[in-house]
């Protein structure tokens, strides 16, 4: 496996076996992503100019509860990846209920693998299929409030959004879902 690393230096060291080393001689260095010989996203750290992080695409655990509760709920397949560059988190996934449950009230969707930042009045807005529900008359809409880690589900019937409730889902509602947000 090969490496990139970075020095802030006008010389660069010589690199060891398998890897590299990209340099810049002042504190202002451009954004930079790299692949490796395995086809792997790695982490570029800046000490003067921050840290940008890559987190490969990795499984996160979609999941929903009504009223805060899960008593009884049932998945058939759950599909999903997360990628974080930066501040960014890009994550997007799929499930398939196969009982709703027995829990009642506001309906959430939860799991989502870190939280948004928490700058306020900032609601991020996220793109959603969702199929095999009842009593809906409109678009179904979605987002992530500050400092969430869960997607308020809503649908906007008369011009107005209502909250969706476990009385919308049914034992065969699929969700599939793609957020895009800033994170701390």
Request: charged share 5%; glycine share 12%; proline share 5%.
């Amino acid at each position: 496996m090969s490496y990139l690393t970075f020095a802030e230096s006008a010389t660069p060291s010589t690199p060891s076996t398998g890897k590299a080393t990209i340099f810049a001689p002042t504190a202002t260095v451009p954004t930079i992503g790299v692949l490796n010989d395995a086809g792997v996203l790695g982490q570029l750290a800046f000490s003067a100019a921050g840290t940008l992080t890559f987190t490969p695409p990795t499984a996160w655990t979609p999941a929903v509860s009504f009223g805060g509760g899960t008593t009884g709920i049932t998945y058939g397949t759950r599909s999903t990846n997360y990628t974080r560059i930066g501040n960014m988190l890009f994550a997007y996934g799929y499930m398939e209920l196969t009982s709703k449950g027995s829990s009642t009230g506001t309906a959430l969707m939860t799991g989502l693998p870190v939280a948004a930042v928490g700058t306020a009045g900032l609601i991020i807005p996220v793109v959603l299929r969702i199929t095999n529900l009842t009593g809906i008359t409109g678009m179904i809409v979605g987002y992530v409030a500050p400092s969430g880690q869960v997607v308020n589900l809503q649908y906007l019937g008369t011009g107005t959004a209502t909250t969706m409730t476990d009385a919308h889902f049914t034992n065969t509602t699929d969700i599939a879902i793609m957020a895009i947000y800033q994170v701390t």
